[in-house]
Protein backbone atom coordinates (compact mmCIF):
# COMPACT_ATOMS: atom_id res chain seq x y z
CA UNK A 1 0.00 0.00 0.00
CA UNK A 2 0.84 3.57 0.36
CA UNK A 3 2.82 5.49 2.71
CA UNK A 4 4.42 8.26 3.88
CA UNK A 5 7.43 8.64 6.20
CA UNK A 6 8.66 12.11 7.16
CA UNK A 7 11.77 12.88 9.72
CA UNK A 8 10.42 13.26 12.93
CA UNK A 9 10.33 16.38 15.07
CA UNK A 10 10.78 18.89 16.86
CA UNK A 11 12.82 20.77 14.50
CA UNK A 12 14.32 23.80 16.32
CA UNK A 13 15.91 26.38 14.52
CA UNK A 14 16.32 29.76 15.20
CA UNK A 15 15.66 32.69 12.99
CA UNK A 16 16.69 32.97 8.75
CA UNK A 17 18.22 29.46 9.89
CA UNK A 18 17.83 26.90 6.45
CA UNK A 19 14.66 24.68 6.79
CA UNK A 20 14.88 20.81 5.48
CA UNK A 21 12.20 18.61 6.47
CA UNK A 22 12.54 15.05 4.50
CA UNK A 23 9.65 13.03 3.50
CA UNK A 24 9.94 9.91 1.37
CA UNK A 25 7.08 7.63 0.18
CA UNK A 26 6.08 4.09 -0.92
CA UNK A 27 3.28 4.14 -4.19
CA UNK A 28 1.90 1.57 -5.73
CA UNK A 29 0.95 4.14 -8.74
CA UNK A 30 2.14 7.29 -10.06
CA UNK A 31 1.22 10.14 -6.96
CA UNK A 32 0.66 13.47 -6.46
CA UNK A 33 2.66 14.72 -3.31
CA UNK A 34 2.07 17.78 -1.55
CA UNK A 35 3.13 19.38 1.60
CA UNK A 36 0.19 21.27 4.00
CA UNK A 37 0.71 22.83 7.04
CA UNK A 38 -0.74 23.26 10.32
CA UNK A 39 -0.85 26.42 12.56
CA UNK A 40 -1.77 26.04 16.16
CA UNK A 41 -4.91 25.89 16.89
CA UNK A 42 -5.65 25.92 12.79
CA UNK A 43 -6.66 23.10 10.20
CA UNK A 44 -4.54 22.32 7.39
CA UNK A 45 -3.28 24.68 4.40
CA UNK A 46 -1.96 23.52 1.31
CA UNK A 47 1.70 24.88 1.45
CA UNK A 48 2.51 23.75 -2.09
CA UNK A 49 1.83 20.24 -4.94
CA UNK A 50 3.88 18.78 -7.89
CA UNK A 51 2.19 16.37 -9.86
CA UNK A 52 4.84 14.65 -11.87
CA UNK A 53 8.75 14.16 -11.69
CA UNK A 54 11.33 16.86 -11.53
CA UNK A 55 8.45 19.06 -10.61
CA UNK A 56 9.09 21.83 -8.11
CA UNK A 57 6.16 23.68 -6.33
CA UNK A 58 6.91 26.74 -3.97
CA UNK A 59 5.02 29.10 -2.08
CA UNK A 60 6.31 31.36 0.48
CA UNK A 61 10.24 30.75 0.30
CA UNK A 62 9.31 26.71 0.86
CA UNK A 63 10.38 24.65 -2.36
CA UNK A 64 10.03 20.84 -2.38
CA UNK A 65 11.19 19.22 -6.17
CA UNK A 66 9.09 15.93 -6.86
CA UNK A 67 12.34 12.76 -7.33
CA UNK A 68 10.79 9.80 -8.57
CA UNK A 69 14.44 7.88 -8.75
CA UNK A 70 14.80 8.44 -4.85
CA UNK A 71 11.00 8.45 -3.99
CA UNK A 72 11.34 11.83 -2.19
CA UNK A 73 9.62 15.21 -1.90
CA UNK A 74 11.79 16.55 1.06
CA UNK A 75 10.52 20.33 2.08
CA UNK A 76 13.54 23.34 2.19
CA UNK A 77 13.19 27.33 2.68
CA UNK A 78 16.62 29.23 2.90
CA UNK A 79 15.66 31.57 6.03
CA UNK A 80 13.04 30.41 7.95
CA UNK A 81 10.86 33.47 10.12
CA UNK A 82 9.08 32.90 13.82
CA UNK A 83 6.02 33.13 12.00
CA UNK A 84 6.88 29.58 10.07
CA UNK A 85 6.68 27.82 13.69
CA UNK A 86 3.85 25.28 12.58
CA UNK A 87 3.47 21.47 11.80
CA UNK A 88 4.39 20.85 8.52
CA UNK A 89 2.81 17.61 6.38
CA UNK A 90 4.17 15.66 3.73
CA UNK A 91 1.10 13.99 1.36
CA UNK A 92 0.51 11.64 -1.38
CA UNK A 93 -2.43 11.08 -3.77
CA UNK A 94 -2.61 8.34 -5.92
CA UNK A 95 -4.14 8.13 -9.44
CA UNK A 96 -4.69 4.19 -9.23
CA UNK A 97 -6.83 5.08 -6.49
CA UNK A 98 -8.88 7.66 -8.14
CA UNK A 99 -7.09 10.47 -6.49
CA UNK A 100 -10.31 9.43 -3.54
CA UNK A 101 -7.91 10.23 -0.67
CA UNK A 102 -4.60 11.56 0.73
CA UNK A 103 -2.20 9.37 2.94
CA UNK A 104 -0.27 11.96 5.42
CA UNK A 105 2.99 11.26 7.12
CA UNK A 106 3.09 11.93 10.92
CA UNK A 107 4.01 15.44 10.43
CA UNK A 108 7.31 17.47 11.47
CA UNK A 109 6.86 20.37 14.31
CA UNK A 110 9.03 22.96 13.44
CA UNK A 111 9.79 25.40 15.65
CA UNK A 112 11.66 28.84 14.97
CA UNK A 113 13.40 31.10 17.83
CA UNK A 114 14.16 34.98 17.83
CA UNK B 1 -13.49 33.84 0.13
CA UNK B 2 -15.64 30.97 1.14
CA UNK B 3 -13.74 28.25 2.09
CA UNK B 4 -14.40 25.02 3.71
CA UNK B 5 -16.35 25.48 6.70
CA UNK B 6 -17.24 23.05 9.84
CA UNK B 7 -19.80 23.25 12.65
CA UNK B 8 -19.46 23.29 15.40
CA UNK B 9 -15.86 23.71 15.77
CA UNK B 10 -16.16 21.98 19.23
CA UNK B 11 -17.58 19.79 20.32
CA UNK B 12 -17.88 17.50 24.28
CA UNK B 13 -19.94 15.06 24.95
CA UNK B 14 -20.34 11.92 27.52
CA UNK B 15 -19.98 8.88 26.51
CA UNK B 16 -22.60 6.80 24.95
CA UNK B 17 -24.18 10.17 23.22
CA UNK B 18 -24.70 10.74 19.78
CA UNK B 19 -23.07 13.15 17.75
CA UNK B 20 -22.78 14.57 14.88
CA UNK B 21 -21.08 17.17 12.59
CA UNK B 22 -21.38 19.35 9.44
CA UNK B 23 -19.25 20.20 6.20
CA UNK B 24 -19.83 22.86 3.89
CA UNK B 25 -17.42 22.11 0.78
CA UNK B 26 -16.19 24.81 -1.43
CA UNK B 27 -18.88 25.86 -4.00
CA UNK B 28 -18.68 23.65 -7.41
CA UNK B 29 -16.14 21.28 -5.51
CA UNK B 30 -17.58 17.90 -6.13
CA UNK B 31 -15.57 15.59 -4.16
CA UNK B 32 -15.92 15.79 -0.19
CA UNK B 33 -13.76 14.03 2.67
CA UNK B 34 -13.64 13.12 5.63
CA UNK B 35 -10.31 12.81 7.80
CA UNK B 36 -9.64 11.82 11.70
CA UNK B 37 -6.96 13.58 13.32
CA UNK B 38 -5.56 12.65 17.26
CA UNK B 39 -2.81 14.54 18.75
CA UNK B 40 0.42 13.97 17.16
CA UNK B 41 -0.04 12.21 14.12
CA UNK B 42 -1.43 12.94 10.98
CA UNK B 43 -4.93 12.92 9.63
CA UNK B 44 -6.14 9.34 8.65
CA UNK B 45 -8.71 9.18 5.72
CA UNK B 46 -12.33 7.82 6.76
CA UNK B 47 -14.82 8.56 3.66
CA UNK B 48 -15.30 10.38 0.83
CA UNK B 49 -17.93 11.40 -1.74
CA UNK B 50 -18.29 12.31 -5.41
CA UNK B 51 -21.57 14.22 -5.43
CA UNK B 52 -23.89 12.35 -3.69
CA UNK B 53 -22.08 8.99 -3.94
CA UNK B 54 -20.34 7.75 -1.57
CA UNK B 55 -17.27 6.22 -2.81
CA UNK B 56 -15.34 4.48 -0.12
CA UNK B 57 -14.97 4.04 3.16
CA UNK B 58 -12.23 3.06 5.57
CA UNK B 59 -11.92 0.16 7.46
CA UNK B 60 -11.48 2.43 10.46
CA UNK B 61 -15.00 3.68 9.76
CA UNK B 62 -16.99 1.36 12.66
CA UNK B 63 -20.45 0.54 12.41
CA UNK B 64 -21.50 3.57 14.47
CA UNK B 65 -20.29 6.41 12.05
CA UNK B 66 -22.19 7.11 9.46
CA UNK B 67 -21.97 9.51 6.94
CA UNK B 68 -24.11 11.31 4.27
CA UNK B 69 -24.21 14.02 1.46
CA UNK B 70 -27.79 14.22 0.78
CA UNK B 71 -27.89 16.54 -2.47
CA UNK B 72 -24.41 16.71 -3.17
CA UNK B 73 -23.39 19.82 -1.29
CA UNK B 74 -23.02 19.50 2.57
CA UNK B 75 -21.97 16.50 3.93
CA UNK B 76 -22.68 15.44 7.58
CA UNK B 77 -20.92 12.80 10.20
CA UNK B 78 -22.57 11.19 12.77
CA UNK B 79 -21.03 8.93 15.66
CA UNK B 80 -23.83 6.72 17.25
CA UNK B 81 -22.56 5.45 20.91
CA UNK B 82 -19.98 7.70 21.14
CA UNK B 83 -16.40 5.95 22.79
CA UNK B 84 -13.63 7.86 24.94
CA UNK B 85 -11.30 6.80 21.77
CA UNK B 86 -13.44 8.26 19.20
CA UNK B 87 -12.14 11.81 21.05
CA UNK B 88 -10.21 13.40 18.01
CA UNK B 89 -10.22 16.35 15.35
CA UNK B 90 -12.77 15.72 12.39
CA UNK B 91 -11.38 17.44 9.17
CA UNK B 92 -13.22 17.79 6.34
CA UNK B 93 -12.15 18.33 2.59
CA UNK B 94 -13.33 19.12 -0.64
CA UNK B 95 -11.91 19.47 -3.79
CA UNK B 96 -12.74 19.61 -7.68
CA UNK B 97 -9.88 17.48 -9.06
CA UNK B 98 -6.86 16.15 -7.31
CA UNK B 99 -5.93 19.21 -4.75
CA UNK B 100 -8.40 18.67 -1.38
CA UNK B 101 -8.61 21.89 0.58
CA UNK B 102 -9.37 21.25 4.39
CA UNK B 103 -11.67 23.03 6.52
CA UNK B 104 -10.61 23.94 10.19
CA UNK B 105 -11.84 21.05 11.65
CA UNK B 106 -14.34 19.72 15.03
CA UNK B 107 -12.86 18.55 17.45
CA UNK B 108 -14.82 16.20 19.33
CA UNK B 109 -13.81 15.31 23.45
CA UNK B 110 -15.68 12.44 24.54
CA UNK B 111 -15.84 12.25 28.44
Known amino acids: GNSVTQMEGPVTLSEEAFLTINCTYT??????LFWYVQYPGEGLQLLLK?????DKGSNKGFEATYRKETTSFHLEKGSVQVSDSAVYFC?????????????FGAGTQVVVTP | DTGVSQNPRHKITKRGQNVTFRCDPI?????LYWYRQTLGQGPEFLTY????????KSRLLSDRFSAERPKGSFSTLEIQRTEQGDSAMYLC?????????FGPGTRLTVL
Open chain 2, 93 to 101: ASSYQVTQY
Open chain 2, 27 to 31: SEHNR
Open chain 1, 50 to 54: ATKAD
Open chain 2, 49 to 56: FQNEAQLE
Open chain 1, 27 to 32: ATGYPS
Open chain 1, 91 to 103: ALSDRTDSWGKLQ
